[in-house]
């Protein structure tokens, strides 16, 4: 079975900086797309930060520069490091991981 459980939220006071967890079971964080994602009340999902396997980040510009995903191997968890709360940020905040691994592709040629 494929699991995951986030914690680290709860009540923050404006300008707090809590760290989120995502503990995976059933995947290994390091083959795959991690990606943390938020839905504000009456709102649809955002997507925040992800991290590759290969260690590449993405950030979105609604939060660059507060925000810091991580992995620990030993413990097959992501973190996301949350700076400088504002009221705005909240949310429930969603893990997800989808596996990076790709096929040889197939060559599409179009021509008349």
């Known amino acids: 079975e494929v699991l995951l459980v986030e914690s680290g939220g709860g009540l923050v006071q404006p300008g707090g900086s809590p760290r989120l967890s995502c503990a995976a079971s059933?995947?290994?964080?390091?083959?795959?797309?991690m990606t943390w994602a938020r839905q504000a009340p009456g709102k649809g999902l955002e997507c925040v930060s992800a991290?590759?396997?290969?260690?590449?980040?993405y950030y979105a510009d609604s939060m660059k520069g507060r925000i810091t995903i991580s992995r620990d191997n030993a413990k097959n968890t992501v973190y996301l490091q949350i700076n400088s709360l504002k009221p705005e940020d909240t949310a429930v905040y969603y893990c997800s991981a989808v596996l990076d691994m790709w096929g040889q592709g197939t060559q599409v040629t179009v021509s008349s």
């Open positions: 991290i590759y396997s290969d260690g590449r980040t």
């Open positions: 059933g995947l290994t964080v390091t083959n795959s797309v």
